[in-house]
T-cell receptor, first 112, second 111 residues
């Protein structure tokens, strides 16, 4: 199973600050996904990304979120102005377009 | 009602016991994923299955598509199996495959 890495593993930020979470790609994976898990709750789908475009997003993924592959390598999730309720584990997943998705270890975001 | 229900929510077992975790879902799916989440939060994929049964070491996963039910079994459980086990059902909507997750089963295996 291919490895999926995410950086940082833990990010602490102040409310209102911008954060960027990164997912390191596998060369033959074209589909990327972000999921979020608020502490004590279930994992939720945020967004899927293919061919440099968002292919689907959930209602959670509002205007303060954005995703991109800025240089064709890392896949990033940006939160423009963090709120306390953005504190969660954020998981990146990669795949080839089907249901075989490989999950990263997650980034724990703490907003204070 | 949740689209994916897991039972039990919490489970404590003695080392060596045979463990079963259940997952029922109400949506049409293409595949089901069993995941393991460690105390640090990281997720590890255990199985992806769309029919029948898969086995890996002491872990066995089964799925019955008609009954919309899957089970994860752990034979000869060990304290290192202590984790949260998550069932996620996958299907295609709006052109994208994505997963809907259950709330997880917290397993603790005592030595």
């Amino acid at each position: 199973e291919p490895e999926v890495t995410q950086t940082p593993s833990h990010q602490v930020t102040q409310m209102g600050q911008e954060v960027i979470l990164r997912c390191v790609p596998i060369s033959n994976h074209l589909y990327f996904y972000w999921y979020r898990q608020i502490l004590g709750q279930k994992v939720e789908f945020l967004v899927s990304f293919y061919n440099n475009e968002i292919s689907e997003k959930s209602e959670i993924f509002d205007d303060q979120f954005s995703v991109e592959r800025p240089d064709g390598s890392n896949f990033t999730l940006k939160i423009r102005s963090t709120k306390l309720e953005d504190s969660a584990m954020y998981f990146c997943a990669r795949g080839r377009g089907g249901l075989e998705q490989y999950f990263g270890p997650g980034t724990r975001l703490t907003v204070t | 009602k949740n689209e994916v229900e897991q039972s039990p929510q919490n489970l404590t077992a003695q080392e060596g016991e045979f463990i079963t975790i259940n997952c029922s879902y109400s949506v049409g799916i293409s595949a089901l994923h069993w995941l393991q989440q460690h105390p640090g939060g990281g997720i590890v994929s255990l199985f992806m299955l769309s029919s029948g049964k898969k086995k890996h070491g002491r872990l066995i996963a089964t799925i019955n598509i008609q009954e919309k039910h899957s089970s994860l079994h752990i034979t000869a459980s060990h304290p290192r199996d202590s984790a949260v086990y998550i069932c996620a059902v996958g299907g295609r909507t709006s052109g994208t495959y994505k997963y809907i997750f259950g709330t997880g089963t917290r397993l603790k295996v005592l030595a």
